[in-house]
């Protein structure tokens, strides 16, 4: 069965300061990877996705994520983190079988200015 | 597009009543899944639909939960009888492929 580990509950960073959220994962086959994020009393927002091709893969505000199959990670980063960038964000592995989706713990960001 | 859209945002009731949550998903997407999110235990996915049919229920709780997809446009899920246990928020996400789903924002659910 697939799972995905994200090993950092929160994570403080600076304003402009660079950004890289780890998730891990494993399934047997070539996985359907996505980053979501969630601010406060919202629903889940889909940042990036990668399912086959270049293993980097650019996202929405500026969000970047790379799949290494070797290591069995998809991190995301960003080069220059902004206050607005605060939430929640999960890492989370599909299903090739159907259409379930696992979502990882999540990471908690805090930007401090 | 509106997005989903859930209701009621927010739901407070009383231990023993029954609970129905509602869902509109994207025009279109033919795939809808709800989801339970707690501190404890995160996101956990309830059950999902394809083209209104229930795939896959096995994250349903216990025999109190029941989801329906009538049509597809319009799906819910019924807590009867609800327990402070089942407070949590529950998402509803909509998908036309395997490449992302989208979420609404939510129904805080608190059972007193």
């Known amino acids: 069965a697939q799972s995905v580990t994200q090993p950092d509950i929160h994570i403080t960073v600076s304003e402009g300061a660079s950004l890289e959220l780890r998730c891990n994962y494993s399934y047997g086959a070539t996985p359907y990877l996505f980053w979501y994020v969630q601010s406060p009393g919202q629903g889940l927002q889909l940042l990036l996705k990668y399912f086959s091709g270049d293993t980097l893969v650019q996202g929405i505000k500026g969000f970047e994520a790379e799949f290494k199959r070797s290591q069995s990670s998809f991190n995301l980063r960003k080069p220059s983190v902004h206050w607005s960038d605060a939430a929640e964000y999960f890492c989370?592995?599909?299903?090739?079988?159907?259409?379930?989706?696992?979502f990882g713990a999540g990471t908690r960001l805090f930007v401090k200015a | 597009d509106a997005g989903v859209i859930q209701s009621p945002r927010h739901e407070v009731t009383e231990m023993g009543q029954e609970v129905t949550l509602r869902c509109k998903p994207i025009s279109g997407h033919n795939s809808l899944f709800w989801y339970r999110q707690t501190m404890m235990r995160g996101l956990e996915l309830l059950i999902y639909f394809n083209n209104n049919v229930p795939i896959d229920d096995s994250g349903m709780p216990e025999d109190r939960f029941s989801a329906k997809m009538p049509n597809a446009s319009f799906s819910t899920l019924k807590i009867q009888p609800s327990e402070p246990r089942d407070s949590a928020v529950y998402f509803c996400?909509?998908?036309?492929?395997?490449?992302?789903?989208?979420f609404g924002s939510g129904t805080r659910l608190t059972v007193v």
């Open positions: 996400a909509s998908s036309s492929d395997l490449y992302g789903y989208t």
């Open positions: 989370a592995v599909g299903d090739t079988g159907g259409f379930k989706t696992i």
